[in-house]
């Protein structure tokens, strides 16, 4: 079975650009999460997923970070105009149920 | 707000040494609690979890953590390191939101 899968695995890209971080859930897992740790810093809850719902976006750091599920399975993260300190790792999950218990690999971005 | 603290942010141990990872929660109602360990150039991968019954955990790799709630503690302890086990471990809780709030993690080195 596959784990969760996150594209790309790597990032560069200039401040004031767009970059969009995909990711796969486990096929079935209702519930996605992302995270993300920027450097030196906890890992830190951005927004969680049930099905294509929005369950709380509470984390969400301002509106230039647009999240979306559609249909239920794959997740895309947008992030734009892309700031410098937006670079960290950012980290999906997903779970049948519960927090997540199935992490990806991250993508690392970075802001130049 | 309910928060996990990892006071040691580095550790260095033999390899074959004994090994304990110090995590404290912030005082709530029974936590949820969790390891996960990240080795480089890899995503976070679930140790082992503690929801409630036997204090004591025994998780994957060898590790097992004990949950104390006099300490407010879960500390993470394995009997004997393996060079393999360099890696960043995090101690999670998770919150009523039903996210995970991690500590800062603990970056552990195996000396040969």
């Known amino acids: 079975e596959a784990g969760v899968t996150q594209f790309p695995s790597h990032s560069v890209i200039e401040k004031g650009q767009t970059v969009t971080l995909r990711c796969d859930p486990i096929s079935g897992h209702d519930n996605l999460y992302w995270y993300r740790r920027v450097m030196g810093k906890e890992i830190k809850f951005l927004l969680h997923f049930v099905k294509e719902s929005k369950q709380d976006e509470s984390g969400m750091p301002n509106n230039r970070f647009l999240a979306e599920r559609t249909g239920g399975t794959y997740s895309t993260l947008k992030v734009q105009p892309a700031e410098l300190e937006d670079s960290g790792v950012y980290f999906c999950a997903s779970s049948p149920d519960g927090p997540g218990a199935f992490f990806g690999q991250g993508t690392r971005l970075t802001v130049v | 707000a309910q928060s996990v603290t990892q006071p040691d942010i580095h550790i260095t141990v033999s390899e074959g040494a004994s090994l304990e990872l110090r995590c404290n929660y912030s005082?709530?109602?029974?936590?949820?609690l969790f390891w996960y360990v990240q080795s480089p150039g890899q995503g976070l991968q679930l140790l082992l979890k503690y929801f409630s019954g036997d204090t004591l955990v025994q998780g994957i790799k060898g590790f097992e953590a004990e949950f104390k709630r006099s300490q407010s503690s879960f500390n993470l302890r394995k009997p004997s390191v393996h060079w393999s086990d360099a890696a960043e471990y995090f101690c999670a809780r998770r919150n009523a939101g039903n996210m995970l709030t991690f500590g800062g993690g603990t970056r552990l080195m195996v000396k040969p």
């Open positions: 005082y709530g109602a029974t936590p949820y």
